[in-house]
């Protein structure tokens, strides 16, 4: 893949930020080699790589969007074109990493490109999240967990009463504050 091939990728990709970071620390400081994981959305593959790399997890990565397939790929990770959980159902993830869209968008808002997807969360910014945590413990092992990444913006109290609605316990993990939201890592057991 040439550069001018690589650079339209990542304007159709989610890039790595700090929220992905925050979502790879605290991870990688939960895994264990040989634990299989599903990272899901992995956009660019940051991720998946990192966990691994630094933990020894088999790392099964999955994303709807083509081009983050794409790039993933480029970047050494085997990914699965899937929307949330939709081809997985056997129970035997012992993590599942996700770093949702989350930001809150107005409803007549229409997203045109894959990068607007990738940001837009809804009104109430859990437009993924919910639909994420009502199947999610269908894919996870019995002592397995999830790491899921929430802002401020969409309501972390709101997302911990959720994932209690579905049978998980939250605890925050890791978090870290900016001007106009603070990043939280619930670890979902």
């Not at 930020?17 to 660019?44: F, K, M, Y």
């Amino acid at each position: 893949m040439d550069l001018a091939e690589k650079r339209g990728l990542e304007s159709e990709v989610y890039q790595p930020a700090e929220d992905s970071e925050l979502l790879a620390d605290a991870a990688c400081d939960r895994l264990e080699e040989g634990d299989l994981v599903l990272e899901v959305g992995t956009g660019s593959g940051y991720i998946a790589n990192r966990l691994a790399e630094e933990t020894g997890a088999r790392v099964i990565s999955s994303d709807v969007n083509p081009h983050a397939l794409e790039q993933a790929r480029s970047e050494g990770v085997e990914p699965v074109r899937a929307d949330l959980l939709e081809p997985f159902a056997d129970g035997s993830f012992d993590a599942v990493a996700f770093n949702p869209p989350y930001l809150p968008t107005e409803s007549e808002t229409e997203w045109d490109d894959w990068m607007e997807r990738a940001l837009s969360g809804g009104e109430d910014g859990r437009e993924v999240v919910d639909p994420f945590l009502d199947t999610v413990d269908r894919v996870l092992a019995p002592d397995g967990v999830v790491l899921l990444l929430v802002s401020s913006l969409t309501g972390v109290d709101e997302v911990v009463e959720r994932a209690g609605e579905n049978g998980f316990s939250a605890v925050a993990v890791a978090d870290e504050s900016f001007p106009f939201e603070t990043l939280t890592v619930l670890e979902l057991l």
